[in-house]
């Protein structure tokens, strides 16, 4: 039996072991209003993710959760601190694991989902995968401010200075009287 939910919506809590067992499939939209943490790198408040998740129970019997997770908002360019758009496109391979313990347990092709309980948080799954995406330092691939803007503004010199010690050295240099 397959589950679907609501082109329109994803749900926020999920028994998503149960959901593997039943091969659901997650297909909507959520606001990236709800993502607390993407709202705090994102230029503006509004805006949709597209998710597209698939659940079930792979050959070695860990609960895995796969597909795919688009979105575009904006986010501050780290040269000119203007508004940067970017595009996400993240795919999901997760297993659901009770704790870091199972965790250790996963093959390196599966990326852990810490679900304690029964119910885990899909916007939380979802809003890591975003963030993971997202580049460490975002700014345009042209040239948003001038290099000159990058050099400390003070030109080298090399001017002659004098000495203040040059007359001890010219007395050091005379013959004792």
């Given amino acids: 039996m397959t589950q679907h939910t609501s082109r329109s919506s994803v749900p926020r809590f999920i028994d998503a072991r149960k959901f593997a067992q039943q091969q659901g499939k997650i297909q909507g939209q959520l606001d990236l209003s709800s993502l607390p943490r993407i709202l705090e790198v994102a230029q503006e408040k509004a805006g949709v993710v597209e998710v597209n998740l698939d659940f079930k129970i792979d050959d070695h019997g860990h609960s895995v959760v796969t597909g795919t997770i688009d979105t575009n908002f904006s986010v501050v360019c780290q040269r000119c601190l ?10 999901v391979n997760v297993a659901v694991t009770r704790d870091q313990a199972d ?7 599966l990326d852990p989902w810490i ?16 963030l993971l995406e997202l580049p460490m330092a975002p700014f345009h691939d042209y040239e948003c401010v001038p290099d000159a803007m990058f050099s400390s503004g003070e030109e ?22």
């Fill in 115 to 130: 679900v304690e309980g029964e119910s885990g948080d899909l916007h939380e799954l979802i809003e890591e995968e975003i």
């Fill in 82 to 91: 203007g508004p940067l758009p970017v595009s996400v496109s993240s795919d």
């Fill in 156 to 177: 080298k010199q090399e001017t002659k200075t004098t000495n203040p010690f040059s007359v001890l050295e010219q007395l050091k240099g005379s013959p004792k009287q």
């Fill in 103 to 109: 965790a250790k347990l996963l093959p390196r092709s």
